[in-house]
């Protein structure tokens, strides 16, 4: 059976690191006992070759995809790869996957973004129904859905094992284990920086708001828990920052991560911002580990 873990990290650094560090730093995170490492997808390493490489390298930790684009491969590829990795690494492949966001698929990919709701509903049937005949995995393939609204939320619960909410606050998880029912894993992605000084830490906070609040799926979120448009403004508020970015000493964020637990989230995918998306936080995922995981 599949264990996650209470908290695990989510991570840019993996893709920007050279491989032979990368794999240093995950053997580390592994033995500080994080459950899981969640990776991106954009347009730097390849998500799934990137989770085998990771898997490899590692013993015990569930690597999950946060998130796999259904715009980047057809859903026989998504199915074969997740088939392949399941049964080479039996309950440690975690397959999250996503619409993504208009300018990444109509720019990246040149497709049609266009009832993204719809698309990934005949996605995932295409999935469940693509052939895969080499030898099957001895454990079910594990797969969450990247899930913001309720209808989004709700077909995780009947077609997934559950969500993955991204840029959220603690509200949010609240309102999805309500769409997701008790039984779905629901596992929002926390980011936070080990910062005590208000300004030092919100400046660091708004180079990561700055760019999500660029995109219509995060801000129609936003709204539903009493957001607008003078919260997007100049990379965000200070009450929409503190909302989304848990900063402070090691106490603070564990609180902010135990107040996503007592809202229903069973995993919590904490990402630590630096100065940059290929900021490989080593003395943080140190420093938060006792808080974290004591």
Aim: hydrophobic share 45%; glycine share 8%; net charge negative.
């Amino acid at each position: 059976m599949m264990e996650l873990g209470k908290v695990g990290i989510w991570t840019f650094a993996f893709d920007a690191t050279p491989w032979p560090r990368a794999k240093d730093a995950l053997a580390e995170v592994e033995e500080l006992g994080y459950g899981a490492v969640w990776v991106p997808e954009v347009v730097a390493k390849d998500a799934l070759v990137h989770s085998a490489l990771l898997l490899s390298a590692s013993e015990r930790i569930v690597v999950a995809t946060g998130i796999a684009s259904m715009w980047a491969r057809g859903p026989l590829a998504m199915s074969q790869a997740h088939k392949t990795i399941t049964e080479a690494h039996p309950d440690r492949f975690l397959l999250g996957i996503g619409v993504s966001h208009q300018p990444a698929v109509e720019g990246f990919h040149r497709a049609d973004y266009s009832k993204p709701y719809s698309k990934m509903v005949a996605y995932l049937d295409a999935m469940d129904r693509a052939l895969y005949l080499a030898t099957p995995p001895t454990t079910e393939p594990r797969r969450v859905l990247a899930a913001l609204g309720p209808r989004m939320l709700e077909l995780a619960a009947e077609r997934a094992d559950g969500a993955h909410p991204y840029f959220v606050p603690v509200e949010h998880t609240a309102f999805a284990r309500e769409h997701l029912g008790p039984d779905s894993w629901l596992c929002p992605e926390q980011a936070v920086v080990l910062e005590t000084d208000p300004g030092r830490a919100r400046t660091l906070a708004r180079k990561a708001t700055s760019m999500y609040l660029g995109l219509p799926n995060y801000t129609n979120n936003l709204r539903r828990f009493g957001f607008g448009d003078d919260d997007f403004a100049d990379g965000g508020s200070d009450r929409l920052v503190d909302a989304i970015v848990a900063w402070g000493d090691t106490d603070a964020i564990a609180a902010r991560v135990a107040a996503h637990h007592e809202a229903g989230a069973d995993h919590v995918a904490v990402q630590v911002l630096g100065e940059g998306p290929g900021y490989l936080p080593l003395r943080e995922w140190r420093e938060l580990a006792p808080a974290l995981l004591g």
